[in-house]
């Protein structure tokens, strides 16, 4: 059964350019949820997406966006890329059972550097 | 603002010996904690979980307590393993979020050490 699986691992792009990650959640599992993992610190909530939707919005600019799609896989988007955006960028996926969710389930992370 | 904290950047034990990991939080809405793992070049792992009406939640050789009162909660490991070095996230979640994992406030995490 394979876990959640975040693509590319590593990347490289230069200040001012727009970079899309890429997740698919665990099997079974139907809600995604980005957070940012900046050097020394703790991951911090990014967005959710559930039904191809966002649900929740933590607080972060509108250079970030993202989508779901019908199969759960989902997208995140960072547009005029800064160089405080260099971080692991890490994808955690969950079931949603009314109102409950399952842990959350994370990804390996993709390592995104801003020069 | 930070609403989750772990004031300890780091803790190094002896194998077998206890390992405990605090976390505090201000948050008065956060109604359910977890602690997760993470080794490096790997996602965080989740390890346990508790939620606000219990003041203890055991699973094999990890248990994590809750002080409500006083905002805090911590991770106790026993016994300590090797294997069990890694960096360790305390997080927390309103229950009015909708779910137990909506939206996750993570401290700046723990190294933990254990030493042969």
């Known amino acids: 059964d394979a876990g959640v699986t975040q693509s590319p691992t590593h990347l490289i792009k230069t200040r001012g350019q727009q970079v899309t990650l890429r997740c698919s959640p665990k099997?079974?599992?139907?809600?995604v949820s980005w957070y940012q993992q900046a050097l020394g610190q703790g991951p911090q909530f990014i967005f959710q997406y559930y039904e191809e939707e966002e649900r929740q919005r933590g607080n972060f600019p509108d250079r970030f966006s993202g989508h779901q799609f019908p199969n759960y896989s989902s997208e995140l988007n960072v547009n005029a890329l800064l160089l405080g955006d260099s971080a692991l960028y890490l994808c955690?996926?969950?079931?949603?059972?009314?109102?409950?969710?399952?842990?959350?389930?994370f990804g390996q992370g993709t390592r995104l550097t801003v020069v | 603002d930070q609403q989750v904290k772990q004031n300890s950047p780091s803790l190094s034990v002896q194998e077998g010996r206890i390992s405990i990991l605090n976390c505090d939080y201000t948050n008065s809405m956060f109604d359910y904690f977890l602690w997760y793992k993470k080794y490096p070049a790997e996602g965080p792992t989740f390890l346990i979980s508790i939620s606000s009406i219990k003041d203890k939640n055991e699973d094999g050789r990890f248990t994590v307590f809750l002080n409500k009162s006083a905002k805090h909660l911590s991770l106790h490991i026993v016994p300590s393993q090797p294997g069990d070095s890694a960096v360790y996230f305390c997080a927390a979640t309103p229950f009015n979020s909708g779910g137990s994992n909506y939206k996750l406030t993570f401290g700046k995490g723990t190294l933990l050490t254990v030493n042969p």
């Open positions: 099997s079974g599992h139907d809600t």
């Open positions: 955690a996926s969950s079931l949603n059972k009314g109102d409950l969710n399952t842990e959350a389930f």
